[in-house]
Protein backbone atom coordinates (compact mmCIF):
# COMPACT_ATOMS: atom_id res chain seq x y z
CA UNK A 1 0.00 0.00 0.00
CA UNK A 2 1.22 3.65 -0.62
CA UNK A 3 -0.42 5.48 1.96
CA UNK A 4 -0.25 8.67 -0.36
CA UNK A 5 -2.80 7.34 -2.10
CA UNK A 6 -5.01 4.56 -0.43
CA UNK A 7 -4.32 6.75 2.71
CA UNK A 8 -7.76 8.82 2.74
CA UNK A 9 -9.87 5.41 2.19
CA UNK A 10 -8.24 4.34 5.31
CA UNK A 11 -8.70 7.42 7.35
CA UNK A 12 -12.35 7.38 6.01
CA UNK A 13 -12.57 4.05 7.37
CA UNK A 14 -10.98 4.49 10.78
CA UNK A 15 -13.70 7.38 11.46
CA UNK A 16 -16.30 5.29 10.73
CA UNK A 17 -15.31 2.14 12.98
CA UNK A 18 -18.84 1.17 13.50
CA UNK A 19 -19.09 -0.12 9.61
CA UNK A 20 -16.30 -1.87 9.44
CA UNK A 21 -15.23 -4.53 10.81
CA UNK A 22 -11.79 -5.75 11.24
CA UNK A 23 -9.35 -3.05 8.96
CA UNK A 24 -5.91 -4.82 8.00
CA UNK A 25 -3.31 -2.83 6.36
CA UNK A 26 -0.31 -4.63 5.08
CA UNK A 27 2.41 -2.08 3.88
CA UNK A 28 5.47 -2.35 1.62
CA UNK A 29 8.19 0.06 0.79
CA UNK A 30 11.55 -0.68 -0.73
CA UNK A 31 13.81 0.32 2.36
CA UNK A 32 12.73 1.55 5.74
CA UNK A 33 13.65 4.70 4.79
CA UNK A 34 10.97 4.27 2.09
CA UNK A 35 8.21 3.79 4.67
CA UNK A 36 5.15 6.97 4.19
CA UNK A 37 3.87 7.59 8.04
CA UNK A 38 5.56 5.23 10.05
CA UNK A 39 4.37 7.18 13.17
CA UNK A 40 1.10 7.10 11.42
CA UNK A 41 1.14 3.43 10.20
CA UNK A 42 2.30 2.32 14.29
CA UNK A 43 -0.47 4.32 15.53
CA UNK A 44 -3.30 3.11 13.62
CA UNK A 45 -1.63 -0.43 14.63
CA UNK A 46 -2.60 0.04 18.55
CA UNK A 47 -6.21 0.77 17.86
CA UNK A 48 -8.80 -1.83 18.74
CA UNK A 49 -9.88 -4.37 15.33
CA UNK A 50 -7.22 -2.37 13.73
CA UNK A 51 -3.82 -5.00 12.56
CA UNK A 52 -0.75 -2.90 10.84
CA UNK A 53 2.14 -5.46 9.40
CA UNK A 54 4.96 -3.31 7.46
CA UNK A 55 7.64 -5.14 5.43
CA UNK A 56 10.56 -4.24 3.64
CA UNK A 57 12.44 -5.38 0.60
CA UNK A 58 15.85 -4.47 2.55
CA UNK A 59 16.48 -3.79 6.06
CA UNK A 60 19.39 -2.62 7.88
CA UNK A 61 21.25 -2.77 10.91
CA UNK A 62 18.11 -0.59 12.90
CA UNK A 63 15.44 -2.00 11.35
CA UNK A 64 13.94 -5.00 13.47
CA UNK A 65 10.64 -5.18 11.53
CA UNK A 66 9.55 -7.82 8.62
CA UNK A 67 11.95 -8.28 5.82
CA UNK A 68 10.51 -9.58 2.73
CA UNK A 69 7.55 -9.38 -0.16
CA UNK A 70 4.30 -7.91 0.81
CA UNK A 71 2.60 -11.01 -0.33
CA UNK A 72 4.42 -12.83 2.80
CA UNK A 73 2.44 -10.91 5.34
CA UNK A 74 -1.08 -12.14 3.80
CA UNK A 75 -0.76 -15.36 5.87
CA UNK A 76 0.04 -13.59 9.05
CA UNK A 77 -3.20 -11.05 8.34
CA UNK A 78 -5.51 -13.88 9.74
CA UNK A 79 -8.95 -12.31 7.87
CA UNK A 80 -11.93 -13.42 6.51
CA UNK A 81 -11.81 -13.50 2.51
CA UNK A 82 -15.41 -14.03 1.83
CA UNK A 83 -15.78 -10.13 3.62
CA UNK A 84 -13.03 -9.02 2.72
CA UNK A 85 -12.55 -6.15 0.89
CA UNK A 86 -9.35 -5.51 -0.54
CA UNK A 87 -7.70 -2.11 -1.49
CA UNK A 88 -4.36 -2.07 -3.62
CA UNK A 89 -2.02 -0.19 -4.92
CA UNK A 90 1.91 0.19 -6.14
CA UNK A 91 3.45 -0.85 -8.71
CA UNK A 92 1.62 -2.84 -11.13
CA UNK A 93 3.76 -5.94 -11.05
CA UNK A 94 3.71 -5.68 -7.40
CA UNK A 95 -0.60 -5.81 -7.58
CA UNK A 96 -0.40 -8.88 -9.73
CA UNK A 97 1.35 -10.67 -7.34
CA UNK A 98 -0.78 -9.47 -4.13
CA UNK A 99 -3.73 -10.41 -6.09
CA UNK A 100 -3.06 -13.64 -7.00
CA UNK A 101 -2.23 -14.45 -3.49
CA UNK A 102 -5.68 -12.91 -2.40
CA UNK A 103 -7.29 -14.78 -4.62
CA UNK A 104 -5.47 -17.86 -3.57
CA UNK A 105 -6.21 -16.61 0.00
CA UNK A 106 -10.04 -16.82 -0.79
CA UNK A 107 -10.80 -13.08 -1.68
CA UNK A 108 -12.95 -13.04 -4.54
CA UNK A 109 -11.86 -10.69 -7.71
CA UNK A 110 -14.47 -8.38 -7.55
CA UNK A 111 -13.85 -7.68 -4.07
CA UNK A 112 -10.13 -6.87 -5.50
CA UNK A 113 -9.39 -3.32 -6.30
CA UNK A 114 -6.54 -1.91 -7.79
CA UNK A 115 -5.57 1.65 -7.72
CA UNK A 116 -3.67 1.89 -11.56
CA UNK A 117 -2.86 5.48 -11.23
CA UNK A 118 -0.28 5.22 -14.18
CA UNK A 119 1.08 8.24 -16.32
CA UNK A 120 -2.12 9.99 -16.33
CA UNK A 121 -1.64 13.34 -17.97
CA UNK A 122 -4.32 15.25 -19.79
CA UNK A 123 -7.64 13.81 -17.21
CA UNK A 124 -9.85 13.41 -20.28
CA UNK A 125 -8.72 10.48 -21.90
CA UNK A 126 -7.58 12.59 -25.35
CA UNK A 127 -3.66 11.67 -24.86
CA UNK A 128 -3.42 7.86 -24.13
CA UNK A 129 -0.83 7.75 -21.56
CA UNK A 130 -2.83 6.09 -19.30
CA UNK A 131 -4.41 3.91 -21.83
CA UNK A 132 -4.31 0.10 -21.10
CA UNK A 133 -5.76 -1.11 -24.18
CA UNK A 134 -9.07 -0.26 -24.12
CA UNK A 135 -9.37 1.24 -21.15
CA UNK A 136 -8.23 4.87 -20.20
CA UNK A 137 -7.51 4.44 -16.37
CA UNK A 138 -8.42 8.58 -16.21
CA UNK A 139 -11.87 8.10 -17.25
CA UNK A 140 -12.31 5.05 -16.16
CA UNK A 141 -10.41 4.58 -12.62
CA UNK A 142 -7.83 4.83 -11.63
CA UNK A 143 -9.71 2.46 -9.58
CA UNK A 144 -10.78 -0.79 -10.49
CA UNK A 145 -11.73 -4.45 -9.88
CA UNK A 146 -8.91 -7.55 -10.20
CA UNK A 147 -12.18 -8.89 -12.32
CA UNK A 148 -11.58 -6.56 -15.23
CA UNK A 149 -7.77 -5.86 -15.03
CA UNK A 150 -7.05 -9.44 -14.66
CA UNK A 151 -6.78 -10.14 -18.42
CA UNK A 152 -4.35 -6.88 -18.95
CA UNK A 153 -2.37 -7.15 -16.36
CA UNK A 154 -0.70 -10.29 -17.53
CA UNK A 155 -0.28 -9.26 -21.32
CA UNK A 156 3.87 -7.63 -20.78
CA UNK A 157 4.44 -4.07 -22.29
CA UNK A 158 0.41 -3.23 -22.26
Avoid at 19 to 44: C, H, K, M, N, S
Avoid at 137 to 152: F, H, N
Wanted: aromatic content about 6%; glycine content about 8%.
Amino acid sequence: MRPNSLRPALLEALARRSEFGRIVVLYGARTPQDVLYAEELAAWGRLPGVTVEVTVDCGNVDWSGHVGLVTKLIPRARFEPAGALALVCGPEVMMRYVATALLDHGVAATRLRLSMERNMRCGIGLCGHCQLRELFICLDGPVLTYERLAPLLTVPEL
